[in-house]
């Protein structure tokens, strides 16, 4: 597999997942597509007018939701097939945990809902199960996936694969995003 070398240090395999979070160019260029085995788990939630319509949608720094979550997916699904769990639901509840399709940035501001990191696993779980067909773990997998924050812990391997994917990928994008502006800082003339 190209995407992530298996004959790495523990230290080397993180600092190399942690760059390839943090660049987008892998989904823009829907490299995943090459993964025959990851591609016969998703295809008809990637193919779907309602996952797609995510990209309208910012998740973190300029990374866009269906970004984002096809990142948490793949990233969900290696782990499992490494370390063990449902790779199936890792990948398709992966790629659905954040369907709650809305901006998050100014849905407090238009709702008044002040509880998004709290409310949004429910809103993406009804929404994936008004259009998708899924297992008990998958559901499981997307109302569970903001643990510690909300309290209940998810109830299988894949679901963890998940909580960690999503962590791992939320911060490397906030992070890409604060180098991104620190290096637009340094590139602005001197004030003098
Ligand atoms: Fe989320
Ligand atoms: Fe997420």
Not at 35 to 51: G, Q
Not at 57 to 63: L, V
Not at 125 to 132: D, K, T, V
Not at 155 to 165: D, E, L
């Amino acid at each position: 597999m190209e995407h992530f070398k298996t004959d790495l240090t523990a230290g080397d395999r993180r600092s190399q997942a942690a760059q390839w979070a943090a660049d987008e160019t892998w989904v823009r260029c829907r490299k995943y597509e090459n993964d025959p085995e990851y591609m016969e788990c998703v295809k008809d939630i990637l193919a779907h007018p309602v996952f797609n319509s995510m990209d309208q949608y910012i998740q973190h720094g300029n990374t866009t939701c269906k970004t984002h979550c096809i990142q948490v997916s793949y990233l969900g699904y290696r782990i499992c097939r490494r370390y063990g769990g449902n790779w199936r639901s890792a990948a398709r509840a992966g790629l659905l945990h954040d369907l709650f399709l809305y901006d998050w940035h100014t849905h407090a501001r238009e709702t008044g809902e002040h509880f998004h990191g709290f409310t949004h696993p429910r809103r993406a779980l009804e929404n994936a199960c008004l259009h998708f067909q899924l297992t008990d773990e998958e559901q499981n997998i997307i109302l569970r996936h903001m643990w510690p924050l909300t309290p209940v812990p998810p109830t299988s391997a894949a679901g963890f694969a998940i909580v960690w994917a999503d962590k791992f990928c939320g911060g490397a994008e906030t992070l890409g995003r604060l180098r991104h502006l620190r290096l637009l800082r340094m590139l602005q003339p001197a004030r003098h």
